[in-house]
Nanobody, 123 residues
Framework: VQLQASGGGLVQAGGSLRISCTASQRTFNTHAAGWFRQAPGMQREFVAGVDWSGTITDYAESVKGRFTISRDIPENSVVLEMNNLKPEDTAVYYC?????????????????WGQGTQVTVSS
């Protein structure tokens, strides 16, 4: 499965961005997916995940209430809506596809990774 992330960019604090991840295969829609991020000098961390059905989601505490992950089945993609962005949200965001059907927080639970998209939040 190849994953293509898009939609990153530069935004001021308090603003919003929408990033999406489109998969090359329909099997993407039958397994869990997630978003991770990595800031300079930091380890990659879990941001949000969605199960195979799109009905169960999970979020890191730092983004809960501000970010929303969802599936777009016809487009074979997963979208991350980010609101009330903060400078500490600045990172490269990676989408990932799991072979599991339930949400996975651990990056080792994901077998396929996109190339990453830069999100920069200015103060």
């Amino acid at each position: 499965v190849q994953l293509q992330a898009s939609g990153g960019g530069l935004v001021q604090a308090g603003g919003s961005l929408r990033i999406s991840c489109t998969a090359s295969q329909r099997t993407f829609n039958t397994h869990a997916a997630g978003w991770f991020r990595q800031a300079p000098g930091m380890q990659r961390e879990f941001v949000a995940g969605v199960d195979w059905s799109g009905t169960i989601t999970d979020y890191a505490e730092s983004v809960k209430g501000r970010f929303t992950i969802s599936r777009d089945i016809p487009e074979n993609s997963v979208v991350l809506e980010m609101n009330n962005l903060k400078p500490e949200d600045t990172a490269v965001y990676y989408c990932a596809a799991s072979l599991e059907i339930v949400v996975v927080r651990n990056e080792y639970g994901y077998s396929y990774w996109g190339q990453g998209t830069q999100v920069t939040v200015s103060s």
